[in-house]
């Protein structure tokens, strides 16, 4: 079993930065998956970036060159590093967990068993 907990969010003017931090605890596997996702009330959750133990990342091409995904690895703890922020990107940002080896991490909700409480953006305009 796996619990995260998210950190960082807040309130950012159009154009600023905020990091976010996910500390997991518990039983953590060597091999994973970890990836954040955002979701606006009212729509379905959607990837944003994830990372394996290998340090491989993939990123949604709406944050590509703006957003950068890392992990500590002794730690573990997972970051997300946003900069240019805009409105668009107003939402409560999770951090998930799905333990195994992969080829690559699916860039899809269904595939992460672990989920941190979420953490909430705003920018404003």
């Known amino acids: 079993q796996v619990q995260l907990a998210e950190s960082g969010g807040g309130s950012v003017e159009s154009g600023g930065s905020l990091r976010l931090s996910c500390v997991p605890t518990?039983?953590?596997?060597?091999?994973?998956?970890m990836g954040w996702f955002r979701q606006v009330s009212g729509n379905e959750r959607e990837w944003v970036a994830d990372i394996d133990h290998d340090g491989r990342s993939n990123y949604a091409d709406s944050v590509k060159g703006r957003f950068t995904i890392s992990q500590d690895k002794a730690t573990k703890t997972l970051y997300l590093q946003m900069t240019a922020l805009q409105p668009t990107d107003s939402a409560i940002y999770y951090c998930?967990?799905?333990?195994?080896?992969?080829?690559?991490?699916?860039?899809?909700?269904?595939?992460?068993?672990?989920w941190g409480p979420g953490t909430q953006i705003t920018v404003s305009s």
């Open positions: 998930a967990s799905q333990p195994g080896r992969y080829d690559f991490c699916p860039p899809s909700s269904t595939h992460y068993h672990f």
């Open positions: 518990g039983r953590f596997y060597p091999y994973h998956c």
